[in-house]
């Protein structure tokens, strides 16, 4: 009997040319693919469709479409503040973990640095999946020890009288930053302004930038 | 946090510099996939609860830095497997032996097959 499995499933599959054509944690992954799957405890179709929702569905996006919908909408951010998880699940994004979700307003005088200190916790309904640097180590940790020293790395320089709050997501609570609106974007649509928000912003590493536009029409 | 016990100078060169990316791709290998993938399965499942998960990935991933891992965030899925492994062994779902035997029986498969055909594992049936 010839046991099937699935071959690449479109991650481009890798060429293993020499005498170890297969590495150790591969043969570890498919010795428990094939066995979870005799057992009848997971469908090799299903793995590859949350593969797939992962790698080109979910992502950032969702996130930026709630933030920008809190710019535009005062009722809906007033919701969103008070009871994030209903809020988001109204857009129609869902924790498959059954997860709360907290929003943390970005004002001109606090600003929220998100990070998972134990392991990397992190609200994939709204971002998708972590950045590599957010799983590290040195993110993990030095986020709460030196949350300006790690904003600074990342670029982002915040004057002394803004305090910076550091949340520490767990399996049960995630955590989404709500960033300000830049200047100049006043009469942007929600869709134009979901395309200035990044993931970074929502994690607290970054601020959203203005568009180049209205940073040249401020300056003439 | 605390640094690893044994610190290597370079290791600890390492350690401040957080690794960045430009928004890439979130799995850097297949089997990155399928291991998140079958935890998740597992959990909606109702194998476990995603707290039991949480936790024992938590530990791999201290166990891994005690041990001088720099734990850069390329290593993640290491331990997301191996804390996949421990799990499903302690909710008698695959035991480490049987996961043992078919690791084996992959790895002749793979050796035996030539290069650019598909690996199939062959057993009695």
Redesign the interface.
Known sequence: ???Q?P???G???????H?A???D????????????TE?G???PA???E??ET??SRV??RNGARVVARAWVDPEFKRRLLADATEAIAGMGYIG????DMVVLENTPRVHNLVVC?????YPWPVL???????????????A??DPRG?LR??GLELPEEVEVRVWDS???LRYLVLPERPPGTEGMSEEELAALI??DAMIGTAKVQPPARARREARG | MTPPERPDPRTLADLPAIPRDDEGPVFREPWEAQAFAMAVKLHEAGCFTWREWADRLAQEIRAARERGDPDPGTTYYRHWLAALERLVAEKGLVGGEELARRKAEWESAARETPPGRPIELRREG
């Open positions: 009997m010839s046991d499995h071959q690449g499933h991650h481009g599959g890798t060429a293993h040319p005498g054509p297969l590495s944690v591969q043969l570890r992954v498919k010795a428990l693919e094939s066995l979870l057992k405890l997971v469908d299903a793995l590859d949350l593969i992962y790698e992502g950032p498959r973990q059954g997860e200190t134990l392991c990397s916790c998708g999946l972590p950045p590599v640097w957010y799983k590290s180590a040195p993110y993990r940790s030095r709460v020890i790690v790395e990342f767990t399996a049960e990044t993931r």
